[in-house]
């Protein structure tokens, strides 16, 4: 073969290859995507070892390389993701419900709460979260988890958030009136929960709340059991408080990645994953739950069960008005709540149909 001809084979088999790799997903030509992970407790916590071996599983699926840093302020974590410091966010709803609010849905007020005989119910409760999990994974359901350059790949329960208080006389909601009440700024429904039953709204955020109420400058923040160890929470509750038994909400992390950067097919593989992973998860709760000393908890009146529920259940109606729940999530989860609990009184109403 002459020099010109092995020059002309070379020079075809480099644009073959060059067009092939124009083909390829951009993922697939990076080394390396950065997942920024937040967690209290950082490198040292459940969020971010889960995350490890979400990246390691991730890997040999689908051959994509993740990086995982860990943040201990969840506003800068979710906001490096959205300015492009990274290419994947995990994080609460309440912070990536800005990116897909279907999914968010499921951490809306009372949402996933089934209360039976005035006693909540927390293993249907955590059945509402299960199946809306279990169907969000489904490859039917992936439209509703993508737009506007994001995609949600997965969700994992966070907890219940419940409200620890200083003061066991705070064991309803009504008795929180002229109460100091720690609420995020990002989550506009937990200070009109303050305005409802007459308490002072302190606006606090993930880095704050659990000092304000350590040091005693509010009286009652909302969190689920898994922070009560690691922010030291005990410390606000003291000799006098406790943790109210009744979930304002269960709280979800989400993943949410964009999708250009990753293969085709990669968020439903994802979100397949982190479902099957479900029951460790519940499991972790329920530990954490366990970890409050038993006299710590707080049973409130049956009464006021049902009275919390119809303040929490008036108060997502309302923020799905405004604008700040997504209607679609909200219908889907209620679906869920009435076929575990038929006989509930707003299973024959017309409101979040």
Request: with cysteine; glycine share 8%; proline share 4%.
């Amino acid at each position: 073969m002459t020099m010109s001809k092995k020059y002309r084979v070379a020079l075809g088999a480099a644009a073959s290859l060059l067009a092939a790799s124009a083909l390829l997903p951009q993922a697939a030509q990076a080394k390396t995507l950065r997942l920024c992970v937040y967690d209290p407790s950082g490198a040292a916590g459940e969020a971010y070892r889960a995350a490890t071996d979400y990246r390691l599983e991730m890997a040999s699926q689908t051959g994509v390389e993740i990086e995982a840093k860990p943040y201990t302020n969840e506003k800068v974590a979710v906001e490096d993701f959205r300015v492009d410091q990274c290419d994947a966010v995990m994080a609460s709803a309440l912070r990536t419900r800005q990116f897909n609010g279907v999914s968010a849905a499921l951490d809306s007020m009372g949402a996933a709460t089934i209360v039976r005989n005035g006693k909540v119910d927390m293993d249907a409760s955590f059945e509402v979260v299960r199946k809306f999990v279990e169907g969000m994974a489904k490859p039917q359901a992936a439209e509703l988890l993508s737009g506007g350059g994001y995609e949600i790949a997965g969700i994992l329960p966070l907890g219940a958030a419940y409200a620890f208080v200083n003061d066991k006389a705070i064991n309803t909601l009504e008795a929180a009136s002229r109460k100091r009440v720690a609420t995020f700024d990002h989550d506009k429904a937990q200070a009109e929960l303050a305005r409802a039953v007459g308490a002072t709204a302190v606006a606090a955020d993930s880095m704050n709340f659990a000092n304000m109420f350590n040091n005693g400058n509010v009286d009652v923040v909302i969190a689920p059991t898994i922070l009560y160890k690691p922010l030291e929470l005990f410390r606000g509750i003291g000799n006098k408080g406790g943790v109210s038994r009744f979930p304002l909400a269960i709280l979800t992390y989400q993943l949410v990645i964009k999708p250009d950067r990753f293969p085709k097919g990669y968020g439903q593989k994802s979100r397949e994953y982190m479902a099957q992973n479900f029951e460790l998860a519940i499991a972790s709760l329920r530990l954490a739950d366990r970890g409050v000393p038993a006299n710590n908890w707080i049973d409130p009146p049956a009464d006021a069960v049902v009275r919390n529920q119809t303040m929490l259940k008036q108060i997502r109606l309302q923020m799905a008005e405004t604008g700040v729940y997504d209607k679609r999530g909200l219908k889907l989860v209620k679906k869920i709540r009435c076929g575990l609990a038929p006989e509930a009184a707003e299973c024959s109403e017309a409101t979040e149909n």
